[in-house]
């Protein structure tokens, strides 16, 4: 398959407008910009596009309840946060192909009927930052952006707000209490942001690579994209895979291609030749699949019948020489300091948790800990506001399911199976 | 209509409501942390979670709508699960010290665990340790035992809108702070400590000195201080007062407080309260006995009213005091003394503005409810700040700004900055000019309203005579809002009034009022000052606002009262103090007011005092005035004994006793003490017997009783008949064009934290707000090179004093401002007046002022 979201990056000058404009960039916008707002939706939905943010949302669904809210102004707001560990999926694009996601962002911002869009990034993005503002300014001067874009009399405003480093900041709600100035914690649903989001305005939450597909179905046409890869789910998708792999990296390969297809053909098998032991394949929220359970097809349809979730579709490989208590109790550590504390059972479960876990990593553990950490798990999950705290306990219960052997191996002989 | 099934019981609702709010209904109770009837949802704690057919996962009924069909089960093996389990998360980091917590007995956290919670604790790490904070002086804080509820942020930002306290920090590591760190800056509500579930902040009042379970009595009264009359409950051990709490819901705060009404209570058991009746002998006030001291004054007032007529004598009536004490005082004055010379310090403000909008427009032009301001598309605020003098009334402009409405400061208001739409800035003493401006425009826009020809012919010959439109910032806004506006509420503060053209400014605001039907309210610093006119202490009108220059309603009265009324006209305060200070006014009778240190030119009163014959002071402390009276008799206060108030909505209410003392006694036993040796047998044996009179002879009281006032809603026009003699011709304006040139004028400010001089009397609010501040803006303190907290000296034609500097944002003239609340340093004494013609209110605008830095020779 041909790179669309990655096209030219090779290029080092790729996220200049110039170069963007050679390979076709803003010719989407365009022929958009010539169509009626709801025939592009109509477009999308033929498309089948799911959110790639992580739950796999249908894109014109929501797009619909928006436009269905008589209230104006609307906002559209890029999820750029991509705070989930192992995810660096948006990256290229916000790093290497920013036109290609402001390009989207117009043409969206035009089926919505949303004149205002930010983009809400990661702190720890910087270069990112820069790189989108010079991008910003270049479109405001092509008219890509601004009052009269290309002469059509439409408007979109674009600018970017630099989150500060909080994990939660990425959930819908949270962002939009964060860029609304306040202290990021989910908002309780309904009523949903698409009716009462960002200064209690109809908002529009997307994921970066779920922006950057609209240039592309306008590009195909929503029938031929639905053919790319899953039935259920189509398109390219972008996979960050990171860990014991030897080509570590972002790669854009059709929905529903397998797990063990993304490790062994494209990131080029395990390092070193060592032996796989697992694999977490969404991010560190998803739960972890063993070794023998990576010919599963990635998509949001498939994975949960695989007993694990597609994510943000990041693939975390773990090799034989891991701890997998370590793993959980890294994992811990990170929704310990993550929880936003709003809900009893995440804020004070987490810590708890993670605690336990020190304590087996340490050699400290006792009998009985297992059965605790289990149940711990069990009074967090289905029980928290959102899915953060579910995302921790599913860790816990995952790891405790296929590992349950190091964990007793960790209490019952106070040391690790792999060291 | 929605129907569904709560545990197999048929509920339906008239209205949408929660899944919670529809289970109360069906008197179900589904148990709850983070939720708060007064707050906005939060869903953070998840106690409340219940079982609905068709949907995957439990659901918190704090959030969730109740929809037609819905079937729910609150109580089942699973839920049971849940609750345990989040009880235990809530208690793996708390201390539990119970046994030390001044939370115990009424903690929400113990009473969950008693009925929901784990019986063993699985936790073997170390709590999170947190120590107490012991930095502020009224808010003790023990985050330890917060369990982050966020119920106390939510009060004060969405509710009391101070924004002062939040939750710092993330996730576990959270903790709730103050922004301003250790100690609180913020108004000192209490608020938050009334929706804390748990004793993670409490009040230092009352903390290591009783348990909760510990009272004898609680007793559901008002507050004393303002003009709003706010519900509270009294908590009683051993006869003192242990503590002040709002009653949930309850009264027209409906379970909020100020900080006066929650903290300020200590004033009742201060050591400096009067004890026994003080004599002067031989130039010095001595101790003495009732018998000796009512004696004297029975003896003195008679001798005075034999050699000089009734006319000699003057009384000066108290808006701290119940309406059976002012009724009471009026009718003694009147009949006993036989004199109307009767009036009070609102005179100088709310009685003034009052008499003069019911004669403009009618009576009960003021009786508006204070929660409909919440509803008002448009606030217009001018004269005053309402969150500081009547700070309950100010959440309700809040409140009304959260709800879209505009709210237009015409001057300044520092508790409206964050809630204003436009503020208006006059040119200095310019008020009047730019309401009647104001008005003019409004009437060229709207027209005549043709109720009140008298009025609509004023506003005509205004604009006739009004030259070009008001060139001022903001002024067009103001316009553009209030001629779009279907609801405006225009609030009053007493600031206008007291100028020497104050009625100017009174009948801009009355046509306004007039032109767009709003409603109006006047702020009232004091708790009676409606009710002590109801209740005829006022030189011109008898009980009821009947005009004594009826002749039918006066016969009336005598017949009740047996005895004469004398036929001439009282004198106003002002005209008594005139009357002082020619001699032709010999004896002067005070009931609970403090005139010496509460009028401007305080020392030259003093001095003239001492041209009286007799100065009697009845009060609950030696004031200013009470110190160099003849005889000062100490009177019972407030929780000490029962009577009916009249707040500034006209609400009726009654104020309880709570504890019982020998200190002194109510003010009306004593005026009918004295009326009994001078001869005229009042026959009052409790409260009760005077409002029985006064039912039977006011007819805006016909037929009160008690018990109806007692239930908390009894208001305008209670069962009596508005009648009145009313204007048809509206007083002409004299008016003295003034430049203003100097670089400086002083001004009054009221208080959020304090009120008269009663409020020096109480430890908590002396803490909160230990000493006075001359408050100037950021432009003023520039221009004097000062910053906040230097020490000036400052004077006026008057006197001189000094305070440190306080640099408020919201002031945007060249005027500074001081309070008038604390020992020798009120602001009264600082200020020249005049009189205005028609309110008799006192003028102080213009008053220049020097301003020194401290310790800088001129
Ligand atoms: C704890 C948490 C963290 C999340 N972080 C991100 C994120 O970093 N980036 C993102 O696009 N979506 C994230 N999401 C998903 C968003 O809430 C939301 O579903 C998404 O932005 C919608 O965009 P999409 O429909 O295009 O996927 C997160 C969700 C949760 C519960
Ligand atoms: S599960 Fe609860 S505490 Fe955790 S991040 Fe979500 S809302 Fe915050
Ligand atoms: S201090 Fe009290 S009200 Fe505030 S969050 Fe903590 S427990 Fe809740
Ligand atoms: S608003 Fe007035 S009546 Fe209410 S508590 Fe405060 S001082 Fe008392
Ligand atoms: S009361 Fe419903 S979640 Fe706390």
Redesign the interface.
């Known amino acids: 398959m041909e790179n669309f979201l990655l096209r030219n990056i090779e290029n080092p000058n790729s996220a200049d407008i110039n170069e963007y404009l050679k390979v076709g960039g803003y010719k989407n916008l365009t022929k958009s910009l010539g169509m009626k707002p709801k025939d592009i939706i109509e477009e999308v939905k033929k498309s089948g596009l799911r959110g790639r943010g992580g739950a796999g949302f249908p894109a014109a669904m929501k797009w619909n309840f928006a436009t269905a809210d008589p209230k104006f102004p609307k906002y559209l707001l890029c999820n750029a946060d991509e705070g989930e560990p192992g995810t660096f999926k948006d990256r290229p694009i916000l790093e290497k192909n920013p036109h290609l996601l402001i390009e989207g962002m117009v043409i969206s911002g035009y089926a919505l009927g949303s004149e205002y869009g930010y983009i809400y990034l990661r702190g720890e993005y910087p270069q990112a930052k820069d790189i989108l503002n010079e991008a910003i300014k270049q479109a405001y001067e092509k008219k890509y952006l601004g009052d009269d874009i290309l002469g059509k009399g439409v408007k979109f405003h674009l600018s970017v707000y630099q989150g500060a480093g909080?994990y939660i900041c990425g959930e819908e709600t949270a962002l939009i209490e964060s860029i609304e100035g306040k202290?990021g914690q989910p908002r309780?649903k309904p009523p949903f942001p698409v009716n009462v989001g960002a200064w209690s305005m109809p908002t529009i939450v997307n994921n970066v690579e779920t922006l950057s597909n609209v240039p592309y179905i306008m590009e195909i046409g929503g029938d031929a994209y639905s053919n790319i890869g899953s039935k259920d789910c189509p398109g390219p998708k972008l996979f960050s895979v990171s860990g014991y792999v030897e080509k570590p990296g972002v790669y854009e390969l059709p929905m529903g291609i397998s797990l063990r297809d993304i490790i062994y053909k494209h990131a080029g098998g395990i390092k070193d030749s060592k032996k796989l032991k697992a694999v977490i394949p969404g991010g560190i929220s998803t739960p972890v699949l063993p070794a023998d359970g990576i010919d599963c097809a990635m998509d949001f349809v498939s994975m949960p019948k695989a007993g694990s979730m597609l994510g943000s579709g990041a693939v975390i490989v773990l090799d034989e020489s891991v701890c997998m208590v370590r793993v959980a109790y890294r994992a811990l550590k990170f929704f310990?300091?993550?929880?936003?504390?709003?809900?009893?059972?995440?804020?004070?479960?987490?810590?708890?948790l993670r605690?336990i876990l020190e304590?087996i990593e340490n050699g400290k553990g006792s009998e009985g800990d297992i059965y605790?950490l289990s149940d711990v798990a069990g009074?967090i999950s289905?029980?928290?506001?959102c899915p953060l705290g579910d995302g921790a306990a599913g860790v816990v219960t995952g790891m405790i399911k296929h590992f349950r052997n190091e964990f007793e191996e960790h209490i019952k002989n106070k040391k690790c199976v792999v060291s | 209509m929605i129907s569904l099934t709560i545990n197999e019981k048929e509920v339906t609702l008239d209205k949408p409501v929660t899944v919670l709010e529809a289970a109360k209904q069906a008197g179900i109770k589904i148990p709850t942390l983070c939720h708060h009837d007064l707050l906005k949802p939060w869903s953070g704690c998840r106690l409340c979670v219940v079982e609905v057919e068709r949907m995957p996962r439990l659901q918190t009924a704090c959030t969730l709508m109740a929809a037609d069909g819905m079937v729910i089960k609150t109580e089942s093996e699973a839920i049971s699960n849940v609750r345990r389990g989040i009880l235990e998360f809530l208690l793996i980091n708390h201390p539990l010290d119970c046994p030390y917590c001044d939370k115990a007995g009424e903690c929400e956290l113990q009473d969950l665990v008693n009925k929901y919670g784990p019986t063993v604790g699985r936790y073997k790490e170390e709590k999170r340790k947190v120590p107490e904070s012991h930095k502020d002086q009224i808010i003790a804080r023990n985050t330890e035992r917060c369990v982050m509820c966020t119920r106390c942020v939510r009060m004060c930002n969405d509710v009391q809108g101070a924004s002062a306290i939040s939750i710092i920090g993330r996730g576990n590591h959270s903790r709730m702070e103050p922004f301003s760190s250790e100690s609180f800056d913020c108004e000192y509500c209490g608020n938050c400590l009334t929706v804390c579930p748990v004793g993670a902040i409490l009040s230092r009042l009352y903390i290591h000195s009783f348990r909760p379970w510990q009272v004898d009595k609680e007793v559901g009264t008002i507050c004393s201080y303002c003009g709003v009359g706010c519900s509270l409950v009294v908590q009683v051990r051993d006869d003192s007062i242990k503590r002040v709490i709002p009653k949930l819901g309850f009264g027209l705060n409906k379970g909020l407080l100020c900080s006066r009404g929650r903290f300020g209570y200590e004033y009742v058991n201060s050591p400096d309260r009067l004890k026994t009746p003080l004599v002067r002998k031989n130039g010095k006030l001595e101790e003495s006995t009732w018998s000796e001291a009512l004696s004297i004054i029975a003896d003195k007032l008679t001798e005075i009213k034999g050699t000089s007529g009734g006319s000699a004598i003057a009384g000066i009536a108290s808006p701290r005091c119940s309406n059976e004490d002012n009724y009471v005082l009026q009718k003694f004055m009147r009949v006993t003394c036989g004199s109307n010379n009767i009036d009070s310090l609102s005179r100088t403000g709310f009685a003034a503005a009052q008499k003069y909008f019911e004669d403009l427009l009618g009576q009960g032009i003021t009786a508006n409810i204070i929660d409909g301001i919440k509803n008002s598309e448009v606030v217009l605020v001018i004269g005053g700040d309402p969150t500081a003098v009547n700070p309950i009334l100010g959440l309700s402009i809040r409140e009304a700004a959260r709800r879209g409405a505009s709210i237009i400061v015409l001057g300044h208001a520092k508790g409206l900055e964050k809630f204003k739409t436009v503020q208006v800035v006059p040119p200095l003493f310019k008020e009047a000019e730019v309401l009647e401006a104001l008005l003019v425009e409004l009437f060229r826009a709207k027209g005549v309203r043709a109720e009140l020809p008298f009025i609509d012919k004023e506003m005509r010959e205004l604009s006739e005579k009004a030259a070009e439109k008001m060139d001022l910032p903001g002024f067009d806004e103001l316009m553009k809002a209030l001629l779009n506006s279907a609801s405006t509420s225009i609030v009053l503060g007493m600031d206008l009034i007291q100028r020497t053209n104050g009625h100017r400014s009174l009948f801009g605001v009355a046509g306004i009022t007039y032109l767009l039907e709003a409603r109006l309210y006047l702020l009232s610093e004091r708790p009676n000052e409606q009710g002590l006119i109801d209740a005829g202490c006022v030189p011109d009108m008898l009980p009821g606002g009947r005009p004594m220059n009826i002749p039918d309603f006066k016969s009336k009265f005598e017949a009740a009262w047996n005895g004469p009324i004398p036929d001439d006209d009282g004198l106003t305060l002002f005209e008594i103090i005139e009357g002082i200070k020619n001699r032709n006014i010999k004896a002067l009778y005070v009931m609970g007011e403090n005139p010496v240190f509460n009028l401007p030119g305080g020392p030259f009163l003093k001095d003239i005092f001492g041209n009286l014959d007799l100065l009697v002071v009845q009060d609950i402390f030696l004031t200013e005035t009470a110190e160099i009276a003849d005889v000062v008799l100490p009177a019972l206060g407030w929780a000490e004994k029962s009577g009916t108030y009249t707040n500034l909505e006209r609400r009726i209410q009654l104020q309880k006793q709570a504890v019982k003392t020998s200190r002194g006694m109510e003010d009306w036993r004593i005026l009918s003490e004295i009326s009994g040796r001078m001869g005229q047998k009042m026959g009052y044996l409790e409260t009760d017997d005077i409002m029985r009179e006064m039912a039977k002879v006011s007819p805006l009281y016909a037929d009160l009783t008690y018990d109806e006032i007692g239930k908390g809603d009894c208001l305008w026009p209670y069962h009596g008949k508005p009648l009145r003699g009313e204007m048809n011709e509206v007083p002409p304006v004299v008016d003295a064009e003034k430049d203003y040139k100097a670089d400086f004028y002083l001004a009054p400010e009221k208080l959020l934290f304090h009120s008269g001089t009663l409020s020096r009397k109480s430890p908590a609010l002396m803490k909160i707000c230990p000493e006075p501040t001359l408050k100037m803006s950021a432009a003023s303190a520039g221009k004097l090179g000062l910053k906040e907290g230097d020490r000036v000296q400052f004077s006026t034609t008057a006197g001189s004093s000094e305070a440190p500097v306080s640099i408020d944002e919201s002031i945007k003239d060249n005027r500074v401002f001081l309070s008038n609340n604390f020992q020798g340093s009120g602001v009264m004494d600082l200020l020249s007046f005049s009189i205005d013609e028609v309110t008799k209110a006192f003028g102080i605008e213009g008053c220049e002022v020097e301003i020194k830095k401290h310790g800088i020779k001129a």
């Open positions: 909080a202290k309780s310990e300091h993550e929880s936003c504390g709003k809900c009893v059972p995440c804020r004070e479960g987490t810590d708890w605690k304590r605790l009074l289905g029980r928290t506001f």
